[in-house]
């Protein structure tokens, strides 16, 4: 029975319409919606078997989504406006479909939009959704073949499984590219867990309550412990009295010695945060792709690549760091704007009363312990001068208003400081032996220049020691992971499955989403490839060939199903079944002659025998009857089902004995 | 087609044996894309390009599971017609002009699902099968002669529609084409009732006449079961009518004017012949070379020497 081609047509169109269902979250929703209205009005067309519209009108029609677009996003190419226009396009293309070959044109056109939600999200579902929309994109191949439609779903899957040993070896061998063809897409603005390139009251506050994983870090050897997880990304060094920025004048600070004793070494996946990368205080080595800049902060080499990225890193986690600093520097890092006047006289009033710097910056935590200040997530709004109003009158706040006022008292009491952003802590997944750093591990402290080192003071530590040693959420109910919808504290259950999750995530990232040139690389040599040139790709493939694809082919060419039917089959099966009860029955028996020889079983045994049995003799030798009957399968089933237990025939209760002695 | 892509299929074909029945196998089968297969193979060029420029990992998933699905899609193909036993039955004697109905017999394991397109190796497209079983393909017939079955074209891109899996096949089977009938208004010339040209016979017919020994070729509706049972000897019935009652039929190839062309008395003679069967009239039958005697209604060996004469073979 072949399909009808109608059925292959919405087949095409449902295919379509999944395989864009991502873009939702990624594109201006009219788009995708218009899109699912045209697939749809195309179908609506070849469920009525209705004229299609005339190509003038369609041109006509073209053009207002078209320049819709071009208002909204001001680009029609790079990636979203490059999607959008495909994505318009190609729905006007299915109005223009009628023959077998424009309805193929259509399908190529899908598995191309296929890789369009890829640019925008590699996780592990987003996988999953590709894998669904291959498989969908396949059924509609598979029915627009003419397949029969009861046996095309199960084709689709099969053609899909065989061709993936071979995808996955393609996968590993095909050489890499270490940089792009061409400019690489701007990454959308929207960044909801990136750190901006500022502080401001509310900066770091708003990513808190966001559970969304930042990076992860993989420590090889010594593991950290929690206290010592600062991982600095940014240094800010101008204030204007409400906002830190970062300053222009170059820090020299001479680069740590590697070899030092304590050394991590890790590598961290990450994502750049304005083209400054997370590394724990203070890196001592940092590997390919990356390089250690002033501030002892990390960059990635390639600066305006803003995609994902994995490298190593090698740190000792110390809390100073040596940094010659000279007279003009020095002075850089003392600025005050006028503003925030109560807190530069209490700064001024510590640099008088204390002599010795040292002295001094202990006086200063002391002091600001003392002042009885809360941390909250939700602190009220500041007014005017907001060191002030914070120190002085509303005493509630989180890291960056610590880090903010501590770092103002510091330079007014005439110790050179600075605010660090980045990130504290993280959870560590036991079973993935990884470290997952989220957006609520935002952090800020300050960094205090004394004795020629840079040294690290976190004054949210001073007011809320808790936030070091725990998770924020221990400290922040916003950040608290809660399950979703019931919006309670997760049972013990649901976070190791969520654990579980991550881990999945992690290892899919590090395996799938980041096999990248360097990785490959690494990869061939750990196999003893060498580089990956011609000859390394072409072993790998012909050998690959040979392990997986070739047992595949021969089996596919050599592979005959099994030549009997059902009722040839479920008769063996059955003879079998008796057999193994003890009785001696034979497959040539007739249906009377197995009832006889099957006297020994139970009752219920030999009725359901008896119906089996004349239900094989009825259909068998009925008129008409075929082998290709329906019925078949089901009464194969059943024989599947008959298992008579063995029967204690005298002979096999005598052995049985002398095996017990 | 183009000339080139002609002259390359027919040089081909005409390698090919000819057989009586054949099971195709690696040697006779062709495997091409479709230009469907070029172009998804075309989209996984440009998935791999857009992974190579945005270094989107799974997109390059997405091009080698396209590229492999194109590659795996020729062993599904080749599967589809390995294994396919393919043989020609007799055909029925046809008119020139009329089309030729050739049976087909194609077979293959009941369980494997195929779906095969199957036609003449010059004409697009073809019957479309998907069990195993008999087609009458039908040919034009252009000439009287015996026409041999043109070389076939077997054809199937299932599952995937990606990849074309064909194989050309020369049967060995053959079809009478008789002269295309041309009414002739002349009447038929008679032969006189028991004329010096021939004996009195017996004409086979429907009257029961006596007992001859049985021989194969007479069938087994002819034995005599009663005298069987009796005598223990095989014997058959043998039926005559008494032959008197019917006329004879002359139709000779040199009756018609001496310009006219061959063809164009055969298929005169042919409408005559025909016509004459009808009657149920005695024919005889007179071909350059060549006479024959014809009992009433039994045309089929006149009709047969009128398409085989001065020809060996038609296409």
């Known amino acids: 029975m072949r399909s009808e081609p109608r059925l292959a047509h919405f087949a095409v169109l449902a295919a379509l319409a999944l395989t864009v269902l991502p873009l939702f979250l990624q594109l201006p929703p009219w788009v995708p919606l218009l899109f699912a209205l045209q697939l749809g009005g195309r179908a609506w067309l070849a469920w009525q078997d209705r004229q299609l519209p005339h190509r003038v009108w369609l041109l006509l029609a073209m053009i207002v989504p078209v320049l819709l677009l071009w208002l909204s996003l001001r680009t029609l190419v790079g990636r979203e406006g490059g999607v959008a226009l495909l994505l318009l396009l190609t729905g006007f293309k299915a109005f223009e479909t009628v023959t077998l070959r424009d309805w193929r044109v259509l399908l190529g056109l899908g598995f191309f939009l296929a890789a369009t939600p890829l640019l925008f999200d590699q996780s592990l579902p987003s996988a999953l959704w590709l894998l669904l929309s291959l498989f969908v994109l396949t059924w509609a191949m598979v029915l627009l073949a003419g397949v029969d439609s009861a046996a095309s779903p199960r084709a689709a899957a099969l053609a899909l499984l065989y061709a993936m040993p071979l995808m996955l070896l393609l996968f590993v061998a095909m050489p890499r590219l270490p940089g792009p063809l061409w400019s690489m897409p701007t990454m959308d603005q929207r960044a909801t867990s990136g750190l901006s390139d500022s502080l401001a009251p509310g900066s770091i506050g708003q990513m808190i309550p966001s559970r969304e994983p930042a990076f992860t870090a993989q420590f090889r050897g010594r593991q950290p412990v929690r206290e010592q997880l600062y991982w600095r990304v940014m240094v800010f060094d101008r204030f204007d009295g409400a906002r830190w920025t970062a300053g222009s004048v170059p820090d020299s600070g001479a680069a740590l010695a590697s070899g030092a004793a304590g050394e991590l070494s890790y590598s961290i996946t990450a994502t750049p945060f304005k083209g400054a990368l997370p590394v724990l205080e203070h890196a001592v080595w940092a590997g390919e792709g990356v390089q250690q800049v002033a501030a002892q902060l990390l960059r990635r080499i390639d600066a305006r690549n803003e995609a994902r990225l994995r490298y190593d890193v090698r740190s000792v986690a110390q809390a100073a760091y040596p940094a010659a600093l000279s007279a003009e520097q020095r002075d850089h890092y003392l600025q005050l704007p006028a503003a925030n006047l109560r807190t530069r006289q209490q700064g001024e009033f510590f640099g008088r009363q204390f002599r010795d710097e040292a002295g001094r910056l202990v006086a200063l935590r002391a002091w600001l312990q003392q002042q009885g200040l809360r941390y909250t997530l939700s602190p009220p709004l500041l007014q005017g001068d907001v060191v002030d109003d914070f120190l002085f009158s509303s005493r509630q706040g989180f890291c960056e208003h610590f880090a903010s006022a501590f770092a103002t008292l510091a330079r007014a009491a005439g110790l050179p400081a600075r605010i660090v952003v980045g990130f504290q802590g993280g959870e560590f997944n036991t079973g993935g032996q990884f470290w997952l750093v989220r957006s609520s591990d935002a952090h800020a402290w300050t960094e205090v220049w004394l004795q020629g080192h840079w040294q690290r003071v976190d004054p949210t530590a001073l007011v809320a020691p808790s936030r070091v040693v725990s998770e924020v959420g221990e400290l922040v109910p916003e950040a608290q992971a809660v399950v979703p919808v019931l919006g309670r504290r997760p049972p013990a259950w649901w976070r190791s499955a969520h654990a579980q999750w991550q881990r999945a995530g992690f290892v899919w990232q590090q395996w799938v989403v980041d096999y990248d040139a360097r990785r490959q690389q690494s990869l061939f040599q750990r196999l003893g490839l060498g580089r990956v040139g011609v000859g390394s790709v072409m072993t790998v493939l012909l050998l690959g060939g040979v392990v997986l694809v070739l047992p595949l082919l021969l089996w596919l060419l050599w592979r005959r199903p099994p030549p009997r039917s059902y009722p040839v089959r479920g008769w063996q099966l059955l003879v079998l079944r008796l057999q193994q009860a003890g009785v001696a029955a034979q497959a040539s028996d007739t249906p009377a002659q197995l009832r006889d020889k099957a006297k020994g079983l139970a009752p219920s045994l030999q009725q359901q025998l008896a119906r089996l049995l004349a239900d094989w003799q009825q259909w068998r030798y009925a008129e008409g009857a075929t082998d290709a009957d329906p019925r078949w399968r089901g009464w194969w089933w059943q024989v599947r089902h008959f298992r008579p237990p063995r029967l204690a025939a005298s002979g096999f209760s005598a052995s049985g004995k002398a095996t017990m002695d | ?315």
């Open chain 2, 1 to 315: 087609m183009s000339r080139w892509r002609k002259a390359a299929s027919s040089w081909m074909l005409l390698r090919l044996p000819r057989q009586q029945q054949l099971v195709l196998g690696q040697s006779r089968i062709y495997l091409l894309p479709t230009p469907f297969g070029w172009g998804l193979l075309l989209v996984a060029w440009a998935v791999w390009i857009g992974a190579l420029n945005y270094a989107v990992s799974l997109a390059y998933v997405l091009s080698f599971w396209i590229v492999s699905l194109v590659l795996i899609a020729v062993v599904l193909a080749y599967r589809q017609l390995a294994g396919l036993a393919i043989r020609c039955g007799a055909a029925d004697d046809v008119v020139a002009g009329s089309h030729a109905l050739f049976p087909l017999q194609l077979q293959w394991p009941e369980e494997e699902p195929r779906l095969l397109h199957l036609g003449w190796h010059d004409e697009a497209g073809g019957m479309a099968l998907d069990r195993p079983g008999e087609v009458l393909l039908p040919r034009l017939t252009l000439q009287r002669g015996q026409m041999t079955i043109p070389p076939l074209r077997v054809y199937s891109e299932s599952p995937l529609g990606l990849v074309r899996a064909f194989a050309y096949l020369r049967l060995q089977a053959q079809v009478c084409v008789y002269p295309q009938p041309c009414a002739d208004e002349r009447a038929a010339a008679s032969l006189p009732d028991g004329g010096q040209s021939r004996e009195a016979q017996p004409v086979p017919g429907e009257l029961f006449s006596h007992l001859v020994a049985w021989q194969p070729e007479l069938g087994a509706r002819r034995i005599a079961w009663k005298a069987y049972a009796r005598r223990g000897v095989l014997l058959a019935r043998r039926f005559e009518e008494p032959q008197a009652a019917r006329s004879t039929c002359l139709l000779e190839w040199s009756a018609y004017p001496a310009q006219m062309a061959a063809e164009a008395r055969l298929s005169r003679l042919c409408w005559q012949l025909l016509a004459a069967g009808r009657r149920g009239e005695d024919v005889v039958l007179r071909l350059p070379q060549q006479e024959l005697r014809l009992t009433a209604g039994e045309v089929r060996p006149g009709l047969r020497a009128l398409a085989g004469f001065g020809v060996r073979d038609a296409q």
